[in-house]
C-alpha cells in the first residue's frame, strides 16, 4: 500500500463519536470528534456518521492523501458478515444496514464492527496485547464486555454477540442485572454499579452521584464502605476474569474502558485475586490499556485494511 493511502474511521458511542484518517501502518492522521445525539433517533444519527466520513474522506484528498476504505464501529449486536448493526440500547439501531449504506454514499469498501471486539483488536495489535497472540481485551465501564483476539482476529460469535463477559452470573443471590437475571457480573463489577451500589448502602440518594473513580479513592483513603464496595467489584471481576481465563487460556488480559483509568488501584488487587483463582490454568498477565479511547476508532481503520487484506503490511511496522 501506497504511503499517502488512509482509513476513514468512525467509532460511534452513545454520547459522542471518535474519527480519525488512519494510515495502514495504524498511526492515525487526523482525529475529529462529534456528538452523536441519540436523541435525535436513529436516522439522523445514520446522516452524521455519513456526513462525517465524507467530511474526512475529502479532507483526506484535499491533504494529498487517499482513502481506500471506510471502517465504522458501533455498540450493541453487530452482525458484521452483513455489514448491519443489528440492535443498540443507547443508539437505537435496529437492523440498520450501515456498511452498505456507507458504501453507497461514499464509493469505498466499508467494514462495520463492533466497539468493543474492534476496540479488542486494536489493543492486540497496536496497544497493551501487542505481541502476545492470544488476548482478552475487557472493557469496563457502565457495562462489561469484552473481545477474544486470537492472532490479531476478534471472535465475532454465530450470532455477532461474543464476548458478553459482563452477563456471566458470579453472584446468583446478587442485584439484578439490566439483562433481567440476577447477579451478572456486570449488576456487580461495572463502573456504573460500583457508583450505584456505593451510594445505595451509603443512603446517597440520587442515582450516578458517585464514580466508581471517587469508591476508588474513598477506599484508598481508608473508608470502610469504599473499601467494601470496591473489594466486592475487585472479587466479581476475578471470578468473571477466572471464567474467561478457563475458556480461552490466553497470554494477556488487558483491561479497558472508565474503570482501568483507577490503574494500581483496580490492578493490584485484582491480580492477587485472580493469582488465589488460578489452579492448573496458566495466569494471565493483567495489564491497562494502551490506546485510551482511541482504541475503536483505530480498531474500526484495522478492520477495514484487514478487509482489503493489508493486515501484514500494517503489523510488521
Ligand atoms: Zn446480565
Known amino acids: 500500500m501506497d504511503a499517502d493511502r488512509v482509513v476513514v474511521a468512525l467509532d460511534v458511542g452513545g454520547t459522542g463519536m471518535k474519527c480519525a484518517l488512519v494510515r495502514p501502518d495504524g498511526v492515525a492522521v487526523r482525529t475529529e470528534r462529534h456528538p452523536t445525539d441519540a436523541t435525535r433517533g436513529p436516522d439522523a444519527v445514520v446522516g452524521t456518521i455519513l456526513d462525517v466520513a465524507v467530511g474526512l474522506a475529502d479532507k483526506a484528498r484535499a491533504d494529498g492523501l487517499t482513502p481506500v476504505a471506510v471502517g465504522i464501529a458501533v455498540p450493541g449486536v453487530v452482525d458484521e458478515a452483513r455489514g448491519v448493526a443489528v440492535w443498540s440500547a443507547n443508539v437505537g439501531f435496529r437492523d440498520v444496514p450501515l456498511r452498505d449504506l456507507a458504501v453507497s454514499r461514499l464509493g ?3 467494514a462495520l464492527g463492533h466497539d468493543v471486539r474492534v476496540g479488542g483488536l486494536a489493543e492486540a495489535r497496536l496497544g497493551a496485547g501487542r505481541g502476545a497472540g492470544h488476548v482478552l481485551f475487557v472493557a469496563i465501564g457502565t457495562g462489561i464486555a469484552a473481545a477474544h483476539v486470537v492472532d490479531g482476529a476478534a471472535a465475532v460469535g454465530a450470532h455477532g454477540a461474543a464476548g458478553e463477559i459482563g452477563h456471566i452470573m458470579v453472584r446468583p443471590d446478587g442485584p439484578r442485572c439490566g439483562c433481567g437475571r440476577p447477579g451478572c457480573l456486570e449488576a456487580v463489577a461495572s463502573a456504573a454499579a460500583i457508583g450505584r451500589r456505593y451510594a445505595d448502602q451509603a443512603g446517597e440518594s440520587t442515582d450516578g452521584a458517585v464514580t466508581a473513580a471517587e469508591v476508588a479513592e474513598r477506599a ?4 470502610p464502605l469504599a473499601g467494601r464496595v470496591w473489594q466486592e467489584a475487585v472479587e466479581a471481576l476475578a471470578d468473571g476474569l477466572a471464567t474467561g481465563q478457563a475458556l480461552f487460556d490466553v497470554a494477556t488480559i488487558v483491561l479497558g474502558g472508565g474503570l482501568a483509568q483507577a490503574g494500581d ?3 493490584t488487587p485484582l491480580r492477587a485475586a485472580l493469582h488465589e ?3 492448573f490454568h ?3 498477565r493483567l495489564v491497562a490499556a494502551a490506546l485510551g ?5 483505530l480498531g474500526a481503520a484495522l478492520l477495514a485494511l484487514d478487509a482489503l487484506g493489508v493486515r501484514d503490511h500494517q503489523e510488521k511496522r
Open 293 to 297: 479511547d482511541e482504541a475503536g476508532c
Open 220 to 223: 484508598a483513603a481508608g473508608e
Open 277 to 279: 483463582r488460578m489452579t
Open 282 to 284: 496458566r495466569e494471565p
Open 108 to 110: 469505498l469498501p466499508t
Open 265 to 267: 488501584r483496580l490492578l
